[in-house]
């Protein structure tokens, strides 16, 4: 009896049975069917717009998992600029649309599982021109947390006039890990105030304190106006959240995006299936 089965148990097993002058031998061959796992994530990286990209992860599983490959939650499918090769993710011109959270993903029937990480893509300078942005990408994900809305003014309170403040659109979810999730928004094109930065903010449904709802938190990252998706981490598994996003504009005045709907966590569990094959 084999107790805990590895995938290093995988193989071939001789059962040898004597009686007398008589001898049986039976040749057992262990298979070992496992969930994916990502043991080597993309590398967190910087590239040049216009210039070539070139990212790996390293997987395990079996059968074999197959690879699937996401920027800010959007699966990337072959195309000109644009090869997959296995666990390979090949880009011949990068664009800045590729700036975010670059994501591996391995599944098989058993299950799956992703590692990932921050995608930098550096622009192109123009010549001649007064501002030139330093980089584009996710903001770190390694935040802390207050409660609350976050709400931030001046002094001298609200703009005067006729300002317009168009907030961000009701936010998408997705998961990266049992602890983990990518946020990704956008923002109407518009003639208001100018956006400073966003902050994002969840909620656990379903947890109450003296009968009232869980407060919303802040994760204390500003985030800068011209990124669109952010990791929130340090999450709880099998647990529910809503999000939101709030914009901060130039008067330091704030609004919020509609809230999220809503988003299980669920937690990956795992797998391992023995199969046996008979010869004799």
Request: net charge positive; glycine share 6%.
């Amino acid at each position: 009896m084999i107790i805990n089965v590895q995938p290093s148990d995988r193989g071939e097993y001789d059962c040898m049975w004597s009686s007398n002058n008589a001898h049986i031998k039976s040749v057992i061959i262990l298979k070992v069917m496992e969930a994916p796992k990502v043991i080597k994530p993309p590398k967190a990286s910087t590239f040049s717009e216009g210039g070539e990209l070139e990212l790996s992860c390293a997987v395990t599983g079996e059968p074999q998992p197959k690879v699937e490959w996401l920027i800010n939650g959007e699966s990337l499918t072959p195309s000109d600029n644009v090869e997959i090769k296995g666990s390979t993710l090949l880009i011949s011109e990068v664009e800045k649309k590729h700036a975010g959270i670059v994501q591996c993903v391995a599944s098989n029937e058993y299950g799956s599982h992703s590692g990932c990480n921050l995608l930098r893509v550096n622009p192109k300078q123009h010549i001649g021109t007064t501002e030139i942005r330093q980089d584009y990408g996710i903001s770190n994900s390694k935040h802390k947390h207050t409660r609350g809305g976050g709400r931030r003014r001046s002094k001298e309170g609200k703009h005067k006039g006729t300002a317009v403040l168009v907030p961000p659109n009701q936010p998408n979810v997705t998961r990266l890990s049992d602890v983990s999730v990518m946020v990704r928004w956008s923002v109407p094109e518009n003639t208001g105030l100018p956006i400073q930065f966003f902050k994002v903010q969840y909620r656990e449904l379903g947890q109450k304190m003296n009968g009232k709802q869980a407060k919303w938190m802040t994760a204390n990252s500003e985030i800068p106006n011209n990124v669109r998706a952010f990791e929130v981490t340090d999450l709880q598994p099998d647990h529910t959240y809503r999000f939101r996003i709030a914009a901060v504009y130039s008067n330091n005045d704030n609004k919020l995006s509609p809230n999220s709907v809503r988003f299980h966590l669920n937690k990956m569990v795992e797998s391992k299936v023995i199969k046996c094959l008979y010869l004799y």
